[in-house]
């Protein structure tokens, strides 16, 4: 088993120690910290920003309501993201139908009008297909290809084997593979 400061770095391990002693203004730093990564895994799960926020939102409250649970065997963002995971499958549950919105677009790289708009084309299709899958493959694809987590963050995340997040990994890939080979083959 790996010590503390294997799993976390030394700065963090102090947020979360001075967090699990009360300190709201260090559970606020882990927050500013991740912030991002937790808004982006629940937006790719749900694919909805206001939605996505809000489950955020409720996953750091979860998160500094059970901070004291945290073991720092793994790393924070794992425990943290899967918390995230929750949150957003529970978000979906409440509300069943997704809406369809344009997206976070990404800064402008110079490109034409034409060029931009296939560009939102294909995020829009791609956006769509991942949102298409089940929840539990939809879940591991997005710790995996967005969030860069590796197979065994991704399994402690999620409190599954490592096997059943490769079983899901392959899944999702394949799905996707069906799900955007007409719209490869439109663009060749």
């Not at 939102?120 to 879940?139: G, K, T």
Request: aromatic fraction near 6%; hydrophobic fraction near 40%; charged fraction near 30%.
């Amino acid at each position: 088993m790996s010590s503390q400061s294997d799993s976390l770095p030394r700065a963090e391990l102090d947020l979360v120690n001075r967090a699990k002693d009360g300190d709201s203004g260090a559970f606020g730093d882990l927050v500013r910290l991740h912030r991002r990564g937790v808004v982006n895994v629940v937006y790719r799960m749900c694919g909805d920003a206001v939605l996505a926020e809000d489950a955020a939102q409720e996953a750091f409250v979860r998160a500094w309501q059970r901070i004291d649970r945290y073991e720092p065997r793994a790393p924070f963002r794992s425990w943290l993201y899967r918390i995230a995971s929750n949150a957003a499958l529970d978000a979906l549950r409440r509300r069943r139908e997704t809406v369809d919105i344009d997206g976070l677009r990404l800064a402008s790289t110079g490109a034409g009008p034409e060029e931009r708009a296939e560009s939102a084309d294909r995020e829009n299709v791609v956006r769509q297909a991942v949102l298409a899958l089940p929840p539990a493959s939809r879940a591991v694809l997005v710790l995996r290809e967005y969030e860069q987590l590796s197979y065994r963050e991704i399994a402690d995340a999620l409190s599954i084997p490592m096997g059943t997040v490769m079983s899901r990994l392959n899944y999702a890939r394949n799905r996707l593979r069906r799900a955007l080979a007409p719209y490869l083959e439109q663009q060749l």
